[in-house]
């Protein structure tokens, strides 16, 4: 009190009032009032800080007699309270690394200054092992959960943050299984889609094969049909010379058997090739049913088309002996010609015999008119085959891009699945499968 400039003295300390030791003039002043009610003030003074409660004391019949003051040193609660103001501003800020020293405090605030310690640890504690768990997940480690004990909201958040990894963790696993099956089924269908180029480019080359073939084979059934024709007129021609000619002279006799003769060998060979052109048509028919059925095909086709080449040049070969036979026959019908006026009855069956061959070569005409609608026919089949085949490759080529792209997303898939370590049996490299490449397939051109 002194070293506040105050009288102090122990000995004349009773009768004297408290207003005169207060530092502060209006608290001084509310201790030289008379009071009505109950006051609490506080101050600081000789380095200590004071609660002062001040009641007025009332006898019997309520007079005011005085005040009863009770002084009450707050100053380790207020250094407390300062303390504890400080850690929550620290904590509020995110550092949870302060604490309030326990010495030189006593009773309870020993205990409020190690129970708030005790409690800014366990925040401490479970702040740091959800950031370690964070910082272990952010690093796609998934297999080391947070296995600390913690109760009551604490204990929610811990098993809230595991569940949370437990359940990435199965998402993770579902994503590296997906990955591995759309890697699996591009890999099927990049085999597939191989497999699908390779035969259409086979049967697009059996398809090239074949339309030659019937090219070649339609020029010599149109050749078949030109000769039938000349055959035809030069026929007509020997008829009308003979029904315009006169007698034939004795020798001619010997003449028109040489024409009997060659007429017989005429009908042999017109046989055979009447039989060929049967052949033909036969084999043409059975040429359009393998070029529709096409497997993986055109074998058959080949062995078909082969042999209808072959009775194609069976068929030109006879047309050229009937062309040299009916040449020789005319050769000789001149000769005859200048027999006629002495061969009448002989020249009326030359006549009869050359109506035959006009009707025979007719008929083969005929034949080689349907040989040709038949050829036609199987080229129409060509073109449709040829129509699917150039389908076939575009589909070839679309389901390549598909497996590509379907590959190319697993890989980012599975690049993005292998940044998370689970306790999952580890995954195996898998090597990117090669871009299947749909083989462009040129049209069948007749």
Do not use: C
């Amino acid at each position: 009190v002194r070293s506040q400039g105050k009288p102090f003295d122990v000995d004349g300390l009773l009768g004297s009032s408290l207003a005169d030791f207060f530092p502060d003039e209006k608290l001084a002043e509310m201790y030289r009032t008379q009071l009505s009610e109950t006051r609490t003030s506080q101050f600081d003074a000789w380095s200590r800080s004071f609660k002062l409660i001040t009641s007025p004391v009332l006898d019997s019949d309520g007079d005011y007699q005085g005040r009863v003051t009770q002084w009450i040193d707050i100053t380790e609660e207020l250094k407390v309270e300062r303390e504890i103001d400080a850690i929550v501003g620290a904590a509020k800020g995110g550092d949870l690394s302060q604490r309030i020293e326990l010495e030189g405090k006593t009773g309870f605030f020993v205990q409020l200054a190690g129970g708030i310690n005790e409690l800014i640890n366990t925040v401490d504690q479970v702040f740091s092992d959800i950031g370690q768990a964070m910082q272990r997940l952010s690093k796609g480690d998934l297999t080391k959960p947070i296995s600390a004990d913690y109760a009551g909201t604490f204990g929610e958040v811990r098993d809230n943050v595991n569940s949370t990894i437990t359940n990435l963790e199965k998402v993770v696993v579902q994503l590296n299984e997906s990955a591995d099956v759309i890697r699996t089924g591009a890999g099927e269908i990049s085999a597939g889609n191989n497999n699908l180029s390779s035969r259409t480019e086979q049967q697009a080359a059996s398809l090239e094969e074949t339309a030659s073939s019937m090219e070649e084979l339609t020029s010599t059934v149109r050749n078949n049909a030109d000769n039938a024709q000349q055959a035809n007129q030069l026929a007509a021609s020997a008829r009308s010379t003979a029904e315009h000619g006169g007698e034939v002279v004795s020798s001619a006799v010997q003449a028109m058997n040489a024409i009997n003769t060659a007429s017989s060998k005429i009908a042999e060979i017109i046989g055979v090739i009447d039989e060929i052109a049967f052949q033909t048509n036969l084999l043409a028919l059975n040429a359009s049913v393998e070029a529709a059925r096409a497997g993986e095909q055109g074998r058959g086709f080949a062995v078909v088309a082969t042999e209808v080449r072959n009775l194609a040049g069976r068929s030109a070969t006879a047309a050229k002996e009937i062309k040299e036979l009916i040449q020789d026959s005319v050769h000789k019908v001149k000769s005859g010609a200048e027999l006629v006026n002495e061969s009448g009855e002989t020249l009326e069956q030359i006549v009869t015999s050359v109506k035959k061959v006009g009707d025979i070569i007719s008929e083969i005409a005929a034949a080689s008119q349907e040989q040709s609608s038949g050829i036609d026919q199987v080229n129409l089949a060509v073109t449709s085959m040829d129509e699917v085949t150039q389908q076939n490759a575009a589909l070839a080529e679309q389901t390549s891009a598909a497996a590509a792209s379907m590959n190319e997303k697993a890989q980012q898939l599975d690049s993005l699945v292998r940044f998370f370590k689970t306790d999952a049996t580890s995954r195996h490299s898998a090597a990117p499968l090669p871009t299947a490449r749909a083989k462009r397939i040129q049209p069948v051109r007749e």
